[in-house]
């Protein structure tokens, strides 16, 4: 089993893993996983988006507190979306950057 030659950063209150931090254990990750792990999960991304940024993906859009946004966009692919409060995306909210788009709805995402 070749997973054991993987590592990646985990959220310090969670224990998730850190979106984008996943890597092989013999080539070192750009990333401080104490400093990520004490982060707000959208600041965290933020910052391994930053480092890491694959074609197709986002940097994703915080508030000053570390909550994602309602509303994010990949100006890269000309879409925005709306997230739950964790950041992940409300099914069917997708539309191009040029359409109106309403966020302000129950972000709560039932488990």
Known sequence: D?????CWCAEQDTGRMIFGTYHNINMMGPYNCIKLS???RCH???EV?????IAGDYIPQCDNDGSFLPQQLS?????QWCV????????NTRVSINEDIDCDTDRTRLT
Do not use: F, H
């Open 49 to 53: 988006g930053k480092k890491n940024l």
């Open 44 to 46: 965290a991304r933020q």
């Open 84 to 91: 739950y409060r964790d950041g992940l995306e409300i099914p």
């Open 2 to 6: 070749r997973s054991v030659d993987k």
């Open 75 to 79: 100006d890269e692919l000309g879409i």
């Open 38 to 40: 004490k982060m707000p």
